[in-house]
């Protein structure tokens, strides 16, 4: 492996060294920040992700609240459980851990967070707010990679940025994200539809491959010194397998590891929106 390594354990610890004091900030003036997580079902991975958030928060000095609801349950309860949170004073910011069970309506539960509440900046006045450049919560998986390439020195403007995947959790806020004036990146949004996708990583100075398919991005497609990032979480028979074929930190410049790379810059992201929601309050 030559590539430098994008560690996003490390700057996940250094961006939570920054935020414990302004949570005790807050907590001075009374206005203690509170995160609550809504979790519905026995996903492992959902299951796992949700209870690194809440650890998260006990180190940082963050109250937090869990719901756990069965698989079975029904629009009509989420959506009560949505409203109490809403109504809750002791809950400053909240997210629905997704996915939800196929039944359920994630984009009518999603428009049902109170938008001042909307801790992982997936609600649609949240990403309303990201294409018109207005400040709000930003989407946590997104604004982390931006976090990790920026504070490993990695350069992004007029860098040339492939994104491959077009989900609403990465790579549809990614390339809003990337191309604001403070980034400045040109972006190429890949995805199923995409006819040639090597030429299209191949051109890229960074790769974010967000396709959840294991061993998409090989070493052939990447240009020598890239800097890649490792979304996808695909879950196999041999454990979990990343987006990206392991051979490709012989190629690239920067490698983020996967785990340990832009997983952990989610969850740092995720504080920081809550702890910007309750400075915005308290202003
Ligand atoms: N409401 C949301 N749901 C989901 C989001 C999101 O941003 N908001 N993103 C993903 C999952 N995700 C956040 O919830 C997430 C993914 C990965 C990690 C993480 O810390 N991963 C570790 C490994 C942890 C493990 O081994 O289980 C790592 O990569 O090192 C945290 C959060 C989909 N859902």
């Not at 409203?83 to 997210?95: F, M, R, V």
């Not at 069970?101 to 649609?124: C, F, M, Q, T, V």
């Amino acid at each position: 492996m030559s590539a430098k390594i994008l560690d996003g354990r490390a700057t996940k610890d250094a961006i939570f060294e920054e935020l414990r004091p302004r949570v005790a900030e807050l907590a001075e003036r009374g206005r203690a920040p509170g995160l609550a997580t809504v979790l519905v079902g026995d996903d492992p991975g959902s299951h796992s992700y949700v209870r690194a958030k809440h650890n998260d928060c006990a180190k940082v000095g963050i109250n937090s609240i869990r719901r756990d609801l069965p698989a079975s349950s029904t629009q009509g309860e989420l959506e009560a459980v949505l409203d109490e949170l809403n109504a809750d004073p002791a809950c400053t910011g909240y997210i629905v851990q997704l996915p939800l069970p196929d039944h359920l309506d994630s984009g009518a539960l999603l428009e049902r967070i109170d938008p001042a509440k909307d801790a992982d900046g997936l609600h649609p006045a949240s990403l309303g707010k990201l294409v018109l450049g207005e400040d709000g919560p930003l989407p946590c998986t997104p604004n982390g990679i931006i976090a990790l390439l920026r504070r490993h020195g990695v350069e992004l403007d007029g860098a040339h940025v492939a994104v491959v995947g077009r989900g609403i959790t990465v790579g549809r806020p990614m390339g809003l994200l990337l191309t604001r004036r403070s980034e400045n990146a040109t972006v190429t949004l890949c995805h199923t539809g995409t006819r040639d996708l090597a030429a299209e990583v191949s051109r890229a100075d960074v790769v974010i491959a967000a396709a959840g398919k294991p061993g998409l991005i090989t070493p052939e497609m990447v240009k020598p010194g890239a800097a890649v990032l490792d979304v996808g979480v695909t879950r196999t028979d041999d454990g979990l397998s990343g987006d990206v074929h392991p051979d490709v930190g012989e190629v690239a410049g920067f490698i983020s590891p996967n785990p340990g790379g832009v997983g952990p810059m989610t969850r740092a992201m995720l504080l920081s929106n809550v702890v910007e929601a309750a400075e915005r309050e308290s202003d």
